[in-house]
């Protein structure tokens, strides 16, 4: 298997210029030819390039051909529209050369090789999340409290994820208020009385995101439930996605149990 894909997908393709070319030199000297001397005039060579041409635009035409059929048997197989099929012939013109490139430049990296690092994901910590009296377990109807610090002024989004999936935006909570701005040796504090466990109990995430300007659609989400079908998902997918290319993004996660319920 392995020699049949070098001969046919490597070799044959990084040759196939040549044939390109050789179609373009047999042109361009018929056509000087024929400008020098004239079709009048009795040039010994003209009939030699011309059946070269002739025997070039034959097998160019034999190979399309094949290459047609077959395409219109799989467009055929998989119920395609027929209709594109006219793009085929073009895409010898455009198309190919363009891979032409590619596979020599493929060609050229997989002789010459490239440097391989270690794939390390650099994190940047822009933003910390703590809990100052933080606990693997909490119980139903008590409260708790997160810290948040960044090392760049930055745009704080916080949310819980519940065992259910429920989003709640913790921060910011008030659709009233601009988007602050949080400053580098001035921790964020989110507690409040509402800031209670309550059902559905299991595994909690924290999840606290940080931009360096305001996201777009931030406020519509300030102090809400957003569902997995909410019509505000997408807006608090984006910005969590965009906090973590930049690397700011941090997370805690701590257990909820019913009241009266012993902790494991």
Request: proline share 7%; aromatic share 10%.
């Amino acid at each position: 298997m392995l020699p049949s894909l070098w001969l046919f997908q490597i070799a044959y393709q990084a040759l196939s210029p040549l044939v390109d070319l050789q179609i373009l030199w047999t042109i361009v000297t018929t056509i000087g030819a024929m400008l020098r001397f004239g079709l009048d005039q009795d040039w010994q060579p003209f009939p030699i390039a011309a059946g070269q041409l002739y025997i070039v635009a034959f097998m160019y035409a034999f190979f399309f051909v094949i290459e047609l059929i077959g395409s219109a048997v799989a467009f055929k197989l998989d119920r395609e529209d027929p209709r594109m099929l006219v793009w085929l012939f073009w895409q010898r013109f455009l198309y190919r050369q363009l891979m032409y490139a590619v596979l020599l430049k493929s060609i050229k990296t997989a002789i010459s090789g490239i440097r391989a690092g270690w794939g390390k994901l650099e994190r940047k910590g822009t933003v910390e999340l703590s809990a100052p009296e933080h606990r693997t377990v909490v119980v139903e109807g008590e409260a708790f409290a997160f810290s948040v610090a960044t090392e760049k002024p930055a745009y704080i989004m916080m949310l819980s994820i519940d065992p259910a999936g429920t989003v709640n935006v913790l921060y910011p909570s008030d659709t009233d208020t601009k988007p602050a701005l949080l400053t580098p040796g001035a921790p964020l504090l989110v507690s409040s009385p509402q800031l209670r466990v309550q059902v559905p109990f299991g595994i909690e995430h924290i999840v606290v995101a940080a931009t360096q300007s305001p996201p777009v659609g931030l406020m519509r989400l300030a102090g809400r439930r957003v569902g997995p079908d909410s019509q505000l998902r997408p807006d608090l997918e984006r910005i969590i996605q965009d906090a973590e290319r930049a690397g700011a993004k941090a997370s805690l996660r701590f257990q909820t149990v019913e009241s009266g319920v012993s902790s494991p």
